[in-house]
């Protein structure tokens, strides 16, 4: 049954729709502000998404050539606009005639002739959210710009290169990079960035190299345990050498870790072998491919006394290389790769046709996209082969 009755004017609000019986029926008009009003748009959220909406706690973020994405506290959602066959009318609650400047005081025949429900917009679809991998990949270019360099420690030098561009503070970074709050602090400790004098900077090769080989002649000179580095020991002495005391600090957050040692009181840090060694190895493979046999001599020098030079902890670090009876190993650091999953493989094939999956797993393993397994993003982007039940399977580009 069709309701003909009429409702004082501002009564035909979306309210009058909600009390609809089932097979019962309103009669509906076009608002007298109705339009296009490109600013007003449907949303479709998860309900776990509700609270943060309600209370404010999203940003939109992106730059004009970009994509827009919606970010949480802790996530990041693409945005997408889906369209509808069907027509979606907007009706908006019975007081918005005079938040958007009609008069309330509508004339008797306005009373008289008033509808139900009153249409604003049609609607030709909706936005709904998909959670996605942050867009980290900015933030390595953007850090990549104007690394911290020895060159700056004085504090000349450190107001001089402040005048240059590739400096960016937190607000900078949260308006240029498509990733939450907490998706873009763990990519800050990805690239071992330090905030300094406001900024975020990645540290230069050459100043790490620097400040280790620095720590590790000082251990000698002062028979520190590299196992149980006193931090108030090693802060001075490393300062009188000219390294700054917050990037000594944040250089052995990144190369070691904190200890527990009550007998030696203040705070204590063991360097970690991984990190130490890696870096090493970085240093001698730089721009260069070398024998297996004299890298790994030449890697075993450098390697501080106490730590072991395994091939292991450069697991997506190097590749190897066969000619001949001749084994080669040059840098390859996944660190280095792209984050999006596409330009990942894609980088990897033209590195190498084909991989077998030990090489394979260390260079996307890191890789998470929402709702995709490993399994998944293997079947989407490789091809596996397997010559025979006993053999290893071979991926290559699908």
Known sequence: MEIEKSLPYGEGGAEAILNVQP???????????FGPHDDLMLLELDEKLLPDILNQRVTIRGQPDEDAVLCSQTKTYA??????????????????????????????????????????KVVPGSMELVEVAPRLDKLKLLLSENPYSFDEVSQMNTELAHKNKGLYSWSDLVEKVQASDEELCTGLRALAAVETDGLWRSLDENFVDAFLNMLLHNAVLNDWLLSALNEDEVLPVLEADGFPREI?????????????????GGCT??????????????VILRGKKMKLERFMEEWRKKVPEGMHASFDVLEGEVLTEKIGIETRIYAFSVSSLPSV??????????????????????????????????????????????????????????
């Open 248 to 264: 000594v600090k944040h250089c052995l957050g990144v190369y070691g870790s904190k200890v527990d040692d009550e007998t030696r």
């Open 23 to 33: 097979n019962t029926s309103i009669s509906i008009a076009y608002h007298q502000l």
């Open 79 to 120: 945005i997408k606009f889906v369209g509808t066959s069907n027509s979606l009318f907007l009706i908006p609650p019975s007081n918005l005639s005079i938040a958007f400047g009609a008069s309330p005081n509508s004339s008797e025949k306005d009373h008289d002739n008033a509808v139900v429900a009153s249409v604003i």
């Open 341 to 398: 999953p596409a330009e990942r493989f894609s980088k990897l094939f033209q590195e190498k046709p084909k991989w077998e999956w030990k090489e394979l797993q260390p260079f996307v393993r890191d890789l998470k996209v929402p709702g995709l397994s490993s399994e998944g993003l293997l079947l989407k982007y490789t091809r596996r082969s397997q010559p025979s039940a006993d053999a290893e399977p071979i991926f290559s580009a699908r």
């Open 269 to 282: 840090w063991r360097l970690e072998e991984r990190p130490v060694c890696v870096h090493f190895a970085r």
